[in-house]
């Protein structure tokens, strides 16, 4: 799939595409509103267009001819996007910033810990952790999905990379994860004019006193683990024993690193995913009636069942198209590319904008309807399909998350019945690089099913 870059078939000359004007602005409608704010400007100025986003110019495209220029070219070719704003949030050694060479290496030595074949040592424990946390909220009248749904991944991803051996350790755990996300802020990862530090009253002083906390935590869990040489099934422990293709073991701060990564990037992506699927059944009774079908048809409640039935994957699928967590994924340019008819220039970012291509009317029939069947009827190429990215830095935890999904769902729905308490519509709402609802979509607990 991938073809070397010869710069000397790119023209030398620069062309750009048209683009709103400032940068200040553009960045502002696009933190605000992502999907109205890129198909307003597609509208204006064409596919692809320009924004010159405060972290640097970005050419975006939904297309997928682009897309799939854009994904197929060498890796070699692209640095990550604003990685002096990322470096201080997850440190240097996160897979998230590394490049070239080293980023390859990175993800040849975790891609294992995230296989398919994996999955079965987690779904006993995500079944688990999803009724329990179900469980503990029957009392109350109504639950909040976003925060059942937040406890639930959080508690299944930090399981999963620590075992659950140790509760206390998986509850100390827990809560410095939670802080470090209550003081995040999208501006955060969209500028590094937002890092600075005022008696210790600002964003930053706030981000950086959780990520001590939680850096002090792992930093005893990763020594405490190394010494003891107690090593089970778990992320954490594979991590401790995996040497690169060379024999070198991974060091101690490129675990951390990881860990703040795998901890960030992989439970509140989840939930949210969860919250909004739980939403959409809701508001589509057809779909929910098909869903519960085939649970009922399901021989046994097993997770392994659950990953494989058909409409439940489907209606996994429909719920990422429809709200794809993350709306663009960049790549800054390290080689001049030619994209369609515009020669972009080293240092100019590409973007590949997920909800654009997720919405396009010639590929999706009636895109706004939630139709998880649309999966079941035919297939979509990687690029016009790509809630997880794709090329080189396709999502690593995609098969994780997709499964945890499927499990946290089908377990809930299966056992328990719920109605939506607010009938107003639910639209997206920026959170940090992720979208989630607008509310946290309160649920009325019915009893069993
Ligand atoms: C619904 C859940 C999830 C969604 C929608 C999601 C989405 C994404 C996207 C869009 C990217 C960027 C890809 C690109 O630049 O092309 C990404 C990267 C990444 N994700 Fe996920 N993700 C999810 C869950 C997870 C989980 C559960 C984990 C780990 C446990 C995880 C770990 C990562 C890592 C480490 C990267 C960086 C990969 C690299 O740069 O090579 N994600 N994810």
Known sequence: MTSKVDSSNVASSVKLPAGPGGSLLPTLQLIRNPRLALEGWVRQYGDPFLLRAMNGPVVVTGREDLIRVIHGQDPSIYSPFASSTIVPLMGSGSMLILEGEPHRRERRLMMPMFHGDRMKAYGQTMQQIAIERLEANRGQREILTLNLMTDISLEIIVRSIFGGNDPNLVTQLIQASQKMVASSSPLLFFSRMTHFSFLGLTRWDRWCDAKKHLHRCLEQVIDKRKLSGDLGDDILSLLCSATYEDGQPITREHIYSELMTFLFAGHETTALTLTWA????????????????????????????????????????????????????????????????????????????????????????????????????????????????????????????????????????????????????????????????????????????
């Open 278 to 449: 739980i939403y959409h059944l809701h508001r589509n009774p057809a779909a929910f009636l098909s869903l519960l079908q085939e649970l009922d048809s399901l021989e046994d409640n097993a997770p392994e069942r659950l990953a494989s039935a058909p409409y439940l994957k489907a209606t996994v699928q429909e719920t990422l198209r429809i709200h794809p967590i993350v709306t663009e994924t960049l790549r800054k340019l390290k080689a001049p590319l030619q994209l369609g008819e515009y020669h972009l220039p080293v240092g100019m970012a590409v973007a590949p904008a997920t909800v654009l291509a997720h919405y396009n009317p010639a590929t999706y029939d009636d895109p706004e309807s939630f139709r998880p069947e649309r999966f079941l009827e035919r297939s979509y190429s990687p690029f016009e399909y790509m809630p997880f990215g794709g090329g080189h830095r396709r999502c690593i935890g995609a098969a994780f998350a997709s499964y945890e999904i499927a499990i946290v769902l089908g377990s809930l729905l299966k056992r328990f019945k719920f109605e939506l308490v607010d009938t107003a519509p639910v639209v997206p709402k920026r959170r940090n690089v992720t979208i989630g609802p607008s509310t946290a979509v309160p649920l009325r607990f019915l009893g069993p099913r």
